[in-house]
């Protein structure tokens, strides 16, 4: 067995000490993209020495590329007097004068490690330093975006076709690692006709280009072209499994299932609607209750009331009513909490007004004028009229670690990390990004609320991504594992947070080496011996810029040491939020 790599370490923070901070800002170099990289590369084969995952594979068509359409007269016309729009107005006069933001420039949003790759079916029995703990058996599965083809406008990370990378571990051996597409509707429609025509929500639809955009799909759906009816989302953002089913998700569609393969290969079942239950977009982050089995979820509306609904499906995957919840406007509402008895809603001031495209610029506005509030509503409420709103001025939490109730004062207690500018992600900003790591108490008897920042000033590191034991969710947590988005947008490191002290302890990649969200796995409640809270192990993926290889670290969440070190057949981009799919669980799918 290999020794462990070194280019690891562990440091401890504690209130009053002081340590050296990151610069917080990162230069891209450009990088072009190759439609060619939306196709599936050959088989990869353990050698002694690792493979360079910069060298491109050896590419395959792709399992589903879509079946070509056939056109009758009228729709090849039209298609092609779209397609001269397109190239000579929309391109030509409307987009190529002007620059492009940073927020919407591919040179930047998709370059270096955030760049996609191709799909890979399951390479095997994977290389390992260390030991990597026997209880860990099942999938580490995470999602990003991963356009398929070159953007031919604006292109914004988020807007990334949805692709899951997954490693099988069984009895301390990493079995394999594979990554696929997930399959949308949008996807095999683009690979039958060969390039993007879906628009990009964020990168693309700006100002009076973004109209023009919209207004040319909406003429190739008309036509037939195009059909938008089976959704238009990416699925690139979050994962649960519930009920027997891997869910792909992002908050502008219907969720997708994938399956895992006995083989550790990963296949699109298909767009998933419980059973005709649900026909409307599902946000990418529902909180799975681990003690009542209860998956509670959120939608929101861009265009038309209700701007925001909440609904939860039981264990046996039957959906309960929605909850319509009135709001003025449509506001962006990534993430959401969950107590023991309540669901915690932020209104936050990140809105949509789609006629601010009119005028030349973004939907996606910061509302300066709006007090952001957050709403405490009961799990089983029948309407809205039994939510509590509490104001929380000058907040903004893209994400949301925990929340309980406090037996002792009656509040509702929030964990989340409060980001300045509220719209930096989506609108160029010359300020400096912080994302602050906070307590925020709602009282909902009073309608008061107050927060503080868990980290002393002295101590402020940007925390974004991570999670808490998803066995306590909903209850009180002392810990919260947490990426450190440093220097910003890459990950150095994650963090554990002790929430009652501040006390932080960080596991450092090493220098040229970044990665993304830490997946906490907890030990199984049932063991005989269980230590506490965070007795488990956090997987993560990290890539080695100057060496191009990238691995998965396997690290004790009790003391932050590194366990093992899993060396990964080709390059993993940066992504968005993964899970640990249990042995019990995939012999369980649907």
């Known amino acids: 067995m290999q020794g462990l790599a070194p280019p690891t370490s562990v440091s401890i923070h504690r209130p009053g000490s002081r340590a050296a901070r990151a610069p917080s800002s990162v230069r891209f170099a ?45 729709q090849r016309a039209a298609a092609a007097a779209l397609d001269a729009f397109e190239e000579g107005f929309v391109a030509g006069v409307l987009e190529r004068p002007h620059g492009l933001p940073r927020t919407a420039d591919p040179a930047v949003q998709i370059a270096g490690n955030f760049a996609p790759v191709g799909e890979r079916p399951p390479a095997r029995e994977l290389p390992v ?47 394999s690692y594979a990554c696929r597409f997930t399959e949308t509707a949008r996807l095999r429609q683009e690979r039958a006709i060969g390039r993007p025509v879906f628009p990009k929500a964020i990168g693309e639809l700006h100002g009076h280009s973004g109209i023009a955009r919209l207004a040319l799909f909406y003429a190739r759906a008309a036509c037939g072209l195009v059909d938008p009816s089976h959704g238009t989302g990416v699925a690139n953002a979050g994962l649960v499994y519930f009920n027997g089913h891997l869910l792909a998700m992002s908050e502008d569609d219907l969720p997708y299932h994938v399956r895992v393969t006995d083989g550790g290969d990963l296949e699109t079942v298909g767009r998933y609607d419980f059973d005709g239950q649900l026909g409307c977009a599902m946000i990418a982050h529902p909180k799975l209750d681990p003690a009542t089995g209860e998956l509670h979820a959120l939608s929101y509306d861009v265009i038309k009331k209700p701007y925001l609904k909440y609904f939860y499906f ?9 909850v319509e919840i009135p709001l003025d406007q449509p506001t962006m509402i990534h993430d959401f909490a969950i107590t023991e008895n309540f669901v915690v809603v932020p209104d936050h001031q990140v809105v949509f007004k789609l006629q601010e495209m009119l005028r030349g610029g973004s939907p996606v506005v910061l509302d300066k004028e709006k007090t952001s509030r957050f709403g405490v509503l009961p799990k089983h409420a029948k309407d809205a009229s039994e939510m509590a709103w509490v104001d929380v001025p000058d907040c903004f939490c893209f994400h949301l670690w925990n929340a309980w109730e406090d037996e002792e004062t009656g509040e509702v207690v929030v964990i989340g990390s409060c980001m300045t500018p509220a719209d930096s992600i989506f609108n160029e900003s010359d300020e400096h990004l912080e994302s602050v790591l906070t307590e925020i108490r709602l009282d909902t008897r009073t309608g008061q609320s107050t927060r503080r920042a868990i980290l002393p000033p002295s101590q402020q590191v940007n925390l974004e991504v991570g999670m808490v034991n998803h066995n306590l969710l909903g209850r009180k947590t002392r810990y919260a594992y947490l990426a450190v988005a440093e220097p910003w947008p890459k990950v150095s490191g994650f963090a554990k947070v002790d929430l009652a002290t501040g006390e932080l302890t960080k596991f450092e990649y090493g220098e040229g080496r970044f990665g993304g969200e830490p997946c906490f796995v907890p030990m199984d409640p049932a063991a005989a011996h269980p230590r506490g809270e965070d007795d488990g192990y956090v997987l993560s993926f990290v890539h080695d810029e100057r060496a191009g290889t990238s691995e998965l670290l396997v690290v004790n969440a009790t003391d932050m040491r590194l366990e093992a070190t899993v060396l990964l057949p080709s390059r993993v981009p940066f992504g968005f939020h993964g899970t640990f799919i249990t042995a019990n669980e995939l012999e369980a799918q649907a």
Do not use: W
Not at 39 to 64: D, V, W
């Open 30 to 74: 450009p990088r072009a993209v190759s439609s060619a990289e939306c196709l599936p590369p050959a088989t990869f084969k353990p050698a002694i020495a690792a493979p360079r995952p910069s060298a491109p594979a050896q590419a395959s068509p792709p399992r589903t590329a879509g079946r070509k359409k056939e056109l009758n007269f009228f």
């Open 129 to 175: 330093s260390g030991r990597i703990p026997p209880f860990i058996n099942g999938v580490y599965a995470r999602n990003g975006a991963n356009p398929c083809f070159d953007p031919v406008a604006g292109h914004h990370l988020f807007d990334g076709d949805g692709m899951v990378h997954a490693l099988r571990i069984r009895n301390g051996v990493a079995e």
């Open 314 to 322: 039981r264990p046996d995957g039957t959906k309960s009513d929605d």
